[in-house]
């Protein structure tokens, strides 16, 4: 079983609709919880991060964490033709002498213009 | 300012042959870190180095992958000799690393294709 666990879809919504993905993970020692962007032909890059549990709003994008349920997601509100990418959730210990992240599959999201 | 520069951005070569794949990380960050992108296994860290230390090569898939940081602003990752297996993305990414939540900027990464 992998440590992070997140379906790679892909998932095809009209524009101005709710996205919504999310990731599950098995290892409770996770701290940190990001999700990368990653367009294609493109390296990935930080979208947003949550530490521990609870919500974070950014414009239209929400990140959820419910460590109890070892359950994270992400929402974006209005979606836009623009925010067609790869959606790679990612978690850290990071403690002082761990750095490593480990990130889902990534899920391939399609907005319809 | 400049972001994590990757060089080639593709090669093609064939079975058996050496590739040594570039990065340039950002100025001033103190991690650097190789990842391998493939289809099958998604995002796969496989080095990563502090200072220019290696830290953790945990993922790197065999004696045939070397990774070298010989200054704060270079980076190499070499495969000798290649096989079609080893056909992915590869990316480097670096980090302040200085605590806390710090993101890893990702180069476009090394499009290699062994035939």
């Known amino acids: 079983q992998k440590e992070v666990e997140q379906d790679p879809g892909p998932l095809s919504v009209p524009e101005g609709a709710i996205v919504s993905l999310n990731c599950t993970y098995s290892?409770?020692?996770?701290?940190?919880f990001m999700w990368y962007r990653q367009y294609s032909r493109k390296g990935p890059e930080l979208l947003m991060y949550?530490?521990?549990?609870g919500n974070k709003e950014d414009g239209r994008f929400t990140a959820q964490v419910d460590k109890s349920s070892k359950y994270i997601s992400l929402f974006i509100r209005d979606s836009q033709p623009s925010d067609s990418a790869t959606y790679l959730c990612?978690?850290?210990?990071?403690?002082?002498?761990?750095?490593?992240?480990?990130f889902g599959a990534g899920t391939t999201v399609t907005v319809r213009a | 300012d400049a972001g994590v520069i990757q060089s080639p951005r593709h090669e093609v070569t064939e079975m058996g042959q050496e590739v040594t794949l570039r990065c340039k990380p950002i100025?001033?960050?103190?991690?650097l870190f190789w990842y391998r992108q493939t289809m099958m296994r998604g995002l796969e860290l496989l080095i990563y180095?502090?200072?220019?230390?290696?830290?953790?090569d945990s993922g790197m898939p065999e004696d045939r992958f070397s990774a070298k940081m010989p200054n704060a602003s270079f980076s190499t990752l070499k495969i000798q000799p290649s096989e079609p297996r080893d056909s992915a993305v590869y990316f480097c990414?670096?980090?302040?690393?200085?605590?806390?939540?710090?993101?890893?900027?990702f180069g476009d990464g090394t499009r290699l294709s062994i035939l």
């Open positions: 990414a670096s980090s302040p690393g200085t605590g806390g939540v710090q993101p890893q900027h």
């Open positions: 290892n409770s020692a996770f701290q940190y």
């Open positions: 949550t530490y521990s549990s």
């Open positions: 990612a978690m850290s210990r990071l403690s002082s002498n761990d750095y490593k992240l480990s």
């Open positions: 100025s001033g960050h103190d991690y």
């Open positions: 180095f502090n200072n220019n230390v290696p830290i953790d």
